[in-house]
């Protein structure tokens, strides 16, 4: 089985900062993507940004100059450092990955708040 543990949501004010970690554990393939994908309360679950286990990225276009996500593929490890935040990112944020043939998994989830 796989477990992601994700740490560093909190409060912050607009224009701050926040670092995101994901830690995975488990049988993990060799060949995976890791991502962050957000949930604010009354919307739908969102793609924030993904990277392969190549170090191939993708961002959404909303967190697109701000978001930066990056990975230690030995440690199975993922983190997204977030710039500029706005309150429109306050959201719920879910860790996820990916694997050719399996189910994903997902993190417990951790609360981003962006508020004067």
């Known amino acids: 089985q796989v477990q992601l543990v994700e740490s560093g949501g909190g409060l912050v004010q607009p224009g701050g900062s926040l670092r995101l970690s994901c830690a995975a554990s488990?049988?993990?393939?060799?060949?995976?993507?890791m991502g962050w994908y957000r949930q604010a309360p009354g919307k739908q679950r969102e793609l924030v940004t993904t990277i392969t286990s190549g170090g191939r990225t993708n961002y959404a276009d909303s967190v697109k100059g701000r978001f930066t996500i990056s990975r230690d593929n030995a440690k199975n490890t993922v983190y997204l450092q977030m710039n500029g935040l706005k309150p429109e990112d306050t959201a719920v944020y879910y860790c996820?990955?990916?694997?050719?043939?399996?189910?994903?998994?997902w993190g417990q989830g951790t609360q981003v708040t962006v508020s004067s």
């Open positions: 488990g049988s993990i393939f060799s060949i995976y993507v």
């Open positions: 996820n990955l990916a694997q050719i043939g399996v189910p994903p998994y």
